[in-house]
């Protein structure tokens, strides 16, 4: 979550958006942003060795329940928009803030408006 002005942030996806997301978080100049670091990156296969772009501290699954119950307050989803429409609804429910780079999803005006009200009725933002 945020400590002071601390950021966990929860990435989903480590292919080309995602690794560049993870190296800025993990860069030492915060290029993000000063105190951000990655709490838990989703992947869909798991990998032979540990990607070096997301340091070593933070959580590396394939599984959606680890990485919903680590440590982190923003998800940045770069998976695509299946992975949005499944599990952005839970994200924004937990109060979690959701950053989505597959903005073709809200091209579905329902579910752009539903995922406001989750992100309104959490505190969370979107």
Do not use: N, Y
């Not at 860069?27 to 070096?52: H, K």
């Not at 949005?84 to 091209?107: A, D, I, N, P, Y």
Request: charged share 25%; with cysteine; aromatic share 4%.
């Amino acid at each position: 979550r945020v400590e002071g002005d601390a950021m966990r942030v929860g990435l989903v996806g480590l292919g080309s958006v995602g690794s560049i997301v993870a190296e800025a978080l993990s860069s030492p100049s915060g290029l993000l942003r000063p105190g951000a670091a990655l709490g838990a990156v989703l992947v869909s296969r798991q990998r032979e060795a540990r990607p070096p772009e997301i340091g070593s501290e933070a959580l590396l699954t394939t599984d959606i329940e680890a990485f919903m119950s680590a440590d982190w307050s923003v998800c940045v989803e770069a998976a695509g928009q299946p992975w949005v429409k499944e599990h952005g609804r839970r994200v924004l429910s937990e109060g979690r803030s959701l950053l989505v780079t597959s903005v073709g999803v809200f091209t579905d005006d329902t579910l752009m408006e539903e995922f406001r009200d989750l992100a309104k009725g959490s505190g969370a933002q979107l």
